[in-house]
């Protein structure tokens, strides 16, 4: 099983930009995973989205900092129902006595 991570971080910006940016980057990582200081870490299996350097500062819905991060947090949330489909119906085929294909029982792993 996999969860997702949401990792906002400081964005590198040339010396020529006064404010301060962040990257938000969605992360599928193995399953107990708490916390991933890298991208590159082992327990990290992909990166699922990566969003464009954003101003940090703002707190209205119409700053590109909450919408990146409203689009993260969705993005996360739609995978979960996936998630949560899929394994409601890989149940209901190994009660009725069906058997899983290779491919099903790959996403399992």
Not at 4 to 25: D, E, G, N, T
Request: glycine share 4%; hydrophobic share 45%; aromatic share 4%.
């Amino acid at each position: 099983m996999t969860d997702w991570i949401l990792q906002v971080f400081s964005a590198q910006m040339p010396a020529s930009c006064r404010s301060r940016y962040v990257v938000i980057r969605v992360l599928e990582v193995d399953a107990g995973v708490k916390r991933v200081t890298s991208r590159r870490a082992k327990e990290v299996r992909r990166v699922v989205h990566e969003s464009r350097p954003v101003p940090a500062a703002g707190t209205t819905d119409r700053s590109s900092r909450v919408r990146a991060m409203n689009a993260a947090q969705s993005m996360i949330a739609d995978r979960l129902e996936k998630n949560l489909c899929f394994q409601m119906a890989i149940g209901a085929k190994l009660e009725s006595g069906q058997r899983l294909t290779d491919a099903e029982y790959a996403m399992l792993a």
